[in-house]
């Protein structure tokens, strides 16, 4: 046995989470030779299956121009920046880039991170540092909720319930935020922003929007959620958007007042203290960009929206009680037993699907659940497969057990 097994019983933590289901593992998936279909396709030990679990909402992370342009930016930037940004490691590329996002959202100044998950540690952080009470959807995403945790001064509101917030709004004698996501990532129901945007006049809390699933998807050319929702990016104080997601690639961004991030320049330690990500990536994102906002942007969205239609339509047909209401890319099918998904997620994986398993913590006890996305890459033939299939499966194991108490099905 391994000395910190010995001295940590990390043995024993494992197996407990075996014993409840909640064991975790990482697979290799492989584009291998399926081109040109973004994330439609993935491939296992050469075995190829329809990929219902990525992110890549427009299907970008395989596009052509984008590939060009990242072979482009390693012919001239080379590979990684060796520094931290605030040494040598910010480069005409990342220049570039932000001024163009600093285009998009009219905001005075941009961040750029790694991760989307750094960017919100530090922003949170950054509030924290400022003595500010958090106030947070309570199904905001882990990179908010565990900084948040830092500080007694964290307040999770009911979640899309913006009356809640108020209440507490009214009571609070400091300075606060309210942090929330414009697309839930595990429930894809969006934020009631117009509502926030009241409470932020009212209370002068200033309104921090982790914008990770909107950007790219939703809004005129893209511009996200702020822009679907509560009539743009002025609107909000902090928009924080990723570029993993939508944008096919890598990173993100946080935009706001510029005395705001100077101030984040100066103090974030996810920022100051973590290597500049590659020039290369920078120039790709650009090109990413060009075609979010472009026609071929427009095009890939109205793709999306008509396999949302499908998807959704077939499922309410078929298994109305698992589906709650969702217009967007994330269709969660609630399951309720981790058992009982992690055998739903193998059976679709014997049909060639693969489909995301959300279990606790990831998202309350009891609603273990297929967190399903769809891309612009899908095809009409896709979603319908996967929606025969599932209710096939979900229906087969329910009418295996006595009722849904035995089986562990919810409803
Ligand atoms: C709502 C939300 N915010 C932030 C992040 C973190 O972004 P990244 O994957 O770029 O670290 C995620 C990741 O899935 C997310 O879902």
Redesign the pocket.
């Known amino acids: 046995m391994n000395l910190i097994n010995q001295v940590f019983g990390i043995g024993k933590l494992l197996q407990e989470r075996k014993i409840r289901g909640l064991f975790r593992e990482c697979r290799t998936y492989d584009r291998g030779p399926v081109r040109g279909h973004g994330s439609r396709q993935i491939r296992i030990s050469a075995r190829t299956f329809l990929n219902f679990a990525s ?1 890549d909402y427009l299907g970008l992370s395989d596009h052509p121009e984008i590939r060009r342009a990242l072979h482009e930016g390693i012919d001239r930037y080379g590979g990684g920046t060796g520094s931290s940004p605030l040494v040598t490691g910010l480069t005409p590329a990342h220049q570039e880039l932000s001024e163009r996002l600093r285009d998009i959202t009219g905001k005075e100044d941009i961040l750029l991170f790694s ?6 540690q530090a922003l949170i952080k950054a509030f924290i540092s400022l003595n500010a009470e958090i106030y947070l959807d309570r199904l ?2 882990a ?2 909720q565990d900084m948040a945790f830092h500080t007694r001064k964290i307040f999770r509101f009911r979640h899309n319930d913006a009356g809640h917030l108020e209440q507490r709004l009214a009571t609070g004698n400091t300075p606060g935020i309210i942090g929330t ?1 414009g697309v ?2 595990m429930d894809g129901d969006l934020a009631p922003l117009k509502k926030l945007q009241d409470l932020r006049e009212k209370f002068r809390a200033p309104l921090i929007l ?1 914008d ?2 909107g950007f790219g998807v939703h809004g005129f050319r893209g511009h996200g959620t702020a822009a679907l929702l509560c009539g743009g990016f002025q609107n909000t104080d902090i928009y ?1 958007g ?4 939508a944008a096919g690639l ?3 961004f946080i935009a706001g007042d510029r005395e705001f991030l100077s101030f984040m320049t100066n103090t974030s330690r996810e920022y100051i203290y973590s290597t500049m990500a590659p020039a290369f990536l920078a120039h790709g994102i650009l090109k990413s960009l060009d075609i979010i906002e472009g026609d071929e942007g427009e095009d890939r969205r109205l793709q999306l929206a008509a396999r949302i239609r499908n998807f959704h339509t077939a499922m309410r047909e078929l298994l109305p009680e698992y589906c709650p209401q969702s217009e967007t890319a994330i269709q969660p099918v609630i399951i309720g037993n981790t058992g009982i998904l992690i055998r739903v997620a193998e059976e679709l994986r014997r049909e060639g699907i693969i489909a995301g398993g959300m279990r606790p913590p990831t998202v309350p006890e009891g609603t273990a659940r297929l967190r399903i996305t769809l891309t612009a890459a899908h095809q009409k033939q896709d979603t319908d497969y996967l929606a025969e299939k599932l209710s096939g499966i979900i229906s087969r194991i329910r009418n295996s057990g006595a009722d849904s108490s035995s089986t562990g099905i919810s409803p």
């Open positions: 992110n991760t989307g998950f750094a960017a919100n905001s995403h990179s908010m996501e839930f990532s982790d990770a699933h924080m990723t570029l993993s997601k890598s990173g993100a």
